[in-house]
C-alpha cells in the first residue's frame, strides 16, 4: 500500500477531540510534520495543556482510526507537543510563597472552614499578603463564605503559560473547586482525579507573593492530605476542635498524621471552636454545650500551645453564611478573638523558623 501524507489526515478527520466536538484536522491538532517511510508513519498532535483530560485518549483514537481507515499494518508512532509550556516540578511549586500553613480537623463539623477563612482575612488585616486554597475538592465552602460564588475564573499568560487567576477579597486571595462547579452538583471523582484538580489550584495559577498561603485541608486523612504533603513545604499545620470528647478523639488523628516520622510537619497548635455559647443578649454569661476546656486539656497533653477558643455565637453562623467572616471587624469578642489567633499563629511561625 502507497502511504502519503493526505490519505493520513483523511484518515485523521474521523477522530473527535472531546474538548472542541470537531475532528482533530478541524481543531488544527495535527501538526505539519507527517512522516512516512515505508510503513512507518510519524506524526505529532498538538495540545493546548499538558494535563489535557482527553489527551491519552485522543492519542489511542487517532492510531486506531489509522488501522482502521488504512490498515492494520501501518506501524503508528505518535508524538505530542503542548502549547503552554510544561508545569514545573513540585519542588517548585508556590516558589513566591514564604509560609503555608495547613488548617486541619480531625473531623467535619467542627468549623474548619470558618476558622481558616477568618485566619486568612485576619493575617491580611495585619497587613500580610494571604492566599487561601479550599482544598476540599468534595465540599468547598469558600466561595459562600466569601460571597464569591459566581466569580468566572479568568487565566492570563505568564512566562509562556496560561494560569488562573485567583478571586481576591478582603484582602484574601481565593481559589476553590466550587467556582468550575455548581453548588448543587455532587463531585463523583475517584482519588487520583480530586488529586488531579488540586494541584492545577496550586501550580496552574497566579499565586504571585505571599507571606502565607492557607489551606483549607477536608476533615479527615485523605488522599487530598497526602498530595499536599508530598507536593508542598508546609510551613506548619493548626488544629482545629469544639471541646466534645468525639471530636477530640479525631484531632488526636490529625496531630499523629503531622507528627508522623514520615511526615514531620510541626503543629503550630490547636484551636478550640465552639468553646461556650455566648447569646447575644447576655454577652457576658458563657453555656459550655460541647464541654469545657477540652480542646485546651489536649494541648497541655500533647505538649502544644492553645492558639485560640473561639466562643459559638449566632453572628459568626450568620457572617459565614451572608459571606461576611467575623474577622472583618475587630469589635466584636469573635472578631478580636479571630485578630488573636492570627498573631498567634505568626508568633509561632517566627519562633518555628528561628
Same mark, same amino acid.
Given at each position: 500500500?502507497?502511504?502519503?501524507?493526505?490519505?493520513?489526515?483523511?484518515?485523521?478527520?474521523?477522530?473527535?477531540?472531546?474538548?472542541?466536538?470537531?475532528?482533530?484536522?478541524?481543531?488544527?491538532?495535527?501538526?505539519?510534520?507527517?512522516?512516512?517511510?515505508?510503513?512507518?508513519?510519524?506524526?505529532?498532535?498538538?495540545?493546548?495543556?499538558? *494535563? !489535557?483530560? =482527553?489527551?491519552? @485518549?485522543?492519542? #489511542?483514537?487517532?492510531?486506531?482510526?489509522?488501522?482502521?481507515?488504512?490498515?492494520? +499494518? $501501518?506501524?503508528?508512532?505518535?508524538?505530542?507537543?503542548?502549547?503552554?509550556?510544561?508545569?514545573?516540578?513540585?519542588?517548585?511549586?508556590?516558589?513566591?510563597?514564604?509560609?503555608?500553613?495547613?488548617?486541619?480537623?480531625?473531623?467535619?463539623?467542627?468549623?474548619?472552614?470558618?476558622?481558616?477563612?477568618?485566619?486568612?482575612?485576619?493575617?491580611?488585616?495585619?497587613?500580610?499578603?494571604?492566599?487561601?486554597?479550599? *482544598? !476540599?475538592? =468534595?465540599?468547598? @465552602?469558600?466561595? #459562600?463564605?466569601?460571597?464569591?460564588?459566581?466569580?468566572?475564573?479568568?487565566?492570563? +499568560? $505568564?512566562?509562556?503559560?496560561?494560569?488562573?487567576?485567583?478571586?481576591?477579597?478582603?484582602?484574601?486571595?481565593?481559589?476553590?473547586?466550587?467556582?468550575?462547579?455548581?453548588?448543587?452538583?455532587?463531585?463523583?471523582?475517584?482519588?487520583?482525579?480530586?488529586?488531579?484538580?488540586?494541584?492545577?489550584?496550586?501550580?496552574?495559577?497566579?499565586?504571585?507573593?505571599?507571606?502565607?498561603?492557607?489551606?483549607?485541608?477536608?476533615?479527615?486523612?485523605?488522599?487530598?492530605?497526602?498530595?499536599?504533603?508530598?507536593?508542598?513545604?508546609?510551613?506548619?499545620?493548626?488544629?482545629?476542635?469544639?471541646?466534645?470528647?468525639?471530636?477530640?478523639?479525631?484531632?488526636?488523628?490529625?496531630?499523629?498524621?503531622?507528627?508522623?516520622?514520615?511526615?514531620?510537619?510541626?503543629?503550630?497548635?490547636?484551636?478550640?471552636?465552639?468553646?461556650?455559647?455566648?447569646?447575644?443578649?447576655?454577652?457576658?454569661?458563657?453555656?459550655?454545650?460541647?464541654?469545657?476546656?477540652?480542646?485546651?486539656?489536649?494541648?497541655?497533653?500533647?505538649?502544644?500551645?492553645?492558639?485560640?477558643?473561639?466562643?459559638?455565637?449566632?453572628?459568626?453562623?450568620?457572617?459565614?453564611?451572608?459571606?461576611?467572616?467575623?474577622?472583618?471587624?475587630?469589635?466584636?469578642?469573635?472578631?478580636?478573638?479571630?485578630?488573636?489567633?492570627?498573631?498567634?499563629?505568626?508568633?509561632?511561625?517566627?519562633?518555628?523558623?528561628?
Amino acid at each position: 500500500m502507497d502511504l502519503y501524507p493526505n490519505l493520513i489526515r483523511e484518515a485523521l478527520t474521523h477522530v473527535t477531540y472531546a474538548g472542541t466536538k470537531k475532528n482533530i484536522i478541524e481543531s488544527e491538532m495535527v501538526a505539519e510534520d507527517i512522516r512516512i517511510n515505508g510503513n512507518h508513519v510519524t506524526l505529532t498532535l498538538i495540545f493546548e495543556k499538558e *494535563t !489535557d483530560p =482527553f489527551l491519552k @485518549s485522543t492519542v #489511542k483514537a487517532t492510531e486506531a482510526a489509522i488501522h482502521y481507515y488504512i490498515g492494520k +499494518e $501501518v506501524d503508528v508512532e505518535i508524538k505530542v507537543e503542548t502549547k503552554q509550556l510544561p508545569r514545573p516540578p513540585k519542588e517548585e511549586f508556590l516558589p513566591n510563597v514564604k509560609h503555608i500553613i495547613a488548617v486541619s480537623s480531625g473531623k467535619g463539623g467542627v468549623g474548619k472552614s470558618t476558622v481558616a477563612c477568618n485566619l486568612a482575612i485576619a493575617l491580611a488585616r495585619l497587613g500580610y499578603k494571604v492566599g487561601l486554597l479550599d *482544598t !476540599d475538592i =468534595f465540599g468547598p @465552602s469558600a466561595p #459562600k463564605m466569601f460571597q464569591i460564588e459566581d466569580a468566572p475564573i479568568v487565566a492570563e +499568560e $505568564v512566562n509562556g503559560r496560561r494560569l488562573m487567576v485567583p478571586v481576591e477579597k478582603y484582602g484574601v486571595k481565593v481559589l476553590s473547586i466550587g467556582f468550575v462547579v455548581s453548588p448543587e452538583q455532587a463531585i463523583l471523582w475517584r482519588g487520583a482525579m480530586a488529586c488531579n484538580a488540586l494541584r492545577q489550584l496550586i501550580a496552574d495559577a497566579n499565586w504571585g507573593e505571599l507571606d502565607y498561603f492557607i489551606l483549607d485541608t477536608p476533615p479527615g486523612t485523605s488522599d487530598i492530605h497526602l498530595t499536599l504533603l508530598n507536593d508542598l513545604k508546609i510551613t506548619g499545620a493548626v488544629i482545629v476542635s469544639t471541646p466534645q470528647k468525639v471530636a477530640l478523639a479525631d484531632a488526636i488523628k490529625g496531630i499523629n498524621m503531622y507528627e508522623n516520622e514520615k511526615v514531620n510537619v510541626p503543629i503550630l497548635g490547636l484551636v478550640e471552636n465552639m468553646a461556650w455559647f455566648t447569646p447575644a443578649e447576655l454577652p457576658e454569661n458563657r453555656y459550655y454545650i460541647f464541654g469545657k476546656d477540652g480542646c485546651k486539656e489536649l494541648a497541655e497533653k500533647k505538649g502544644l500551645p492553645l492558639l485560640a477558643q473561639i466562643p459559638l455565637v449566632q453572628s459568626i453562623c450568620e457572617s459565614g453564611d451572608a459571606g461576611t467572616p467575623a474577622a472583618l471587624s475587630s469589635e466584636t469578642a469573635t472578631g478580636l478573638a479571630f485578630i488573636n489567633l492570627a498573631q498567634a499563629v505568626v508568633t509561632r511561625v517566627n519562633r518555628r523558623n528561628n
